[in-house]
């Protein structure tokens, strides 16, 4: 059973375009959550989703950040005109109910 | 609101010593607790849980941590430390009414020397 799956794992950006990552959880879980990891700081979280609703982005920034996950496909955590701060390791959880959360590998972006 | 608090941001041991890593929530409900590891470059890995029940979990790699309710804290232990345990450790919290949403401590980067 393949563990949750980001890509891309590296993400280099120029300041003003878009970064789209995606997240496809395991197999059987509904429920998908996004967090950020600023170096040095823990994880905060950012959204939860499950398929085709947003749950919870009390974390997301209110500009230029947006998540979905469609009926079909992976999670999509899109962030339009990045700036510098948006550089940081990006991961992605998904579990089966209110459960245990597992997490991927993160797409660590870097925003020149 | 949860919170939780690491209190310590950097431990070195050496070899063999014991372990012990503090982490204190704060929630006004029903809660669960995690402690996570993240080795350098990889993902987070899950240590331990704890739902209900026994207050004293046990997790894998040797490691366990004690749940007290009354000090709303869940520290994390291992009686000998190795080499490889040098990684980042992360507990986090789930409260009841959060719908799985989980608040992270800033994390604790342990070194153990050879």
């Known amino acids: 059973n393949a563990g949750v799956m980001q890509n891309p794992r590296h993400l280099v950006r120029r300041r003003g375009q878009e970064a789209r990552l995606r997240c496809s959880p395991m197999?059987?879980?509904?429920?998908v959550y996004w967090y950020r990891q600023l170096p040095e700081e823990g994880l905060k979280f950012m959204v939860y989703l499950q398929k085709e609703n947003i749950i919870d982005e009390s974390g997301m920034p209110k500009e230029r950040f947006s998540a979905e996950f469609p009926k079909e496909g992976p999670s999509i955590l899109r962030i339009q005109q990045v700036v510098r701060g948006d550089s940081a390791a990006y991961f992605c959880a998904s579990s089966p109910l209110l459960e245990t959360q597992y997490f991927g590998p993160g797409t660590r972006l870097l925003v020149l | 609101a949860q919170s939780v608090s690491q209190h310590n941001h950097h431990v070195i041991l050496s070899e063999a010593a014991s372990l012990e890593l503090g982490c204190n929530y704060s929630y006004g409900g029903t809660v669960n607790l995690f402690w996570y590891v993240q080795y350098p470059g990889q993902h987070l890995q899950l240590l331990l849980k704890?739902?209900?029940?026994?207050?004293l979990v046990k997790g894998i790699k040797g490691f366990e941590a004690e749940f007290i309710k009354s000090k709303f804290s869940f520290n994390l232990r291992k009686p000998s430390v190795q080499w490889s345990d040098t990684a980042e450790y992360f507990c986090a919290v789930n409260g009841d009414t959060n719908a799985g949403k989980s608040t992270f401590g800033d994390g604790t980067t342990l070194t153990v020397k050879p």
């Open positions: 197999k059987g879980h509904s429920h």
């Open positions: 704890y739902f209900s029940g026994d207050p």
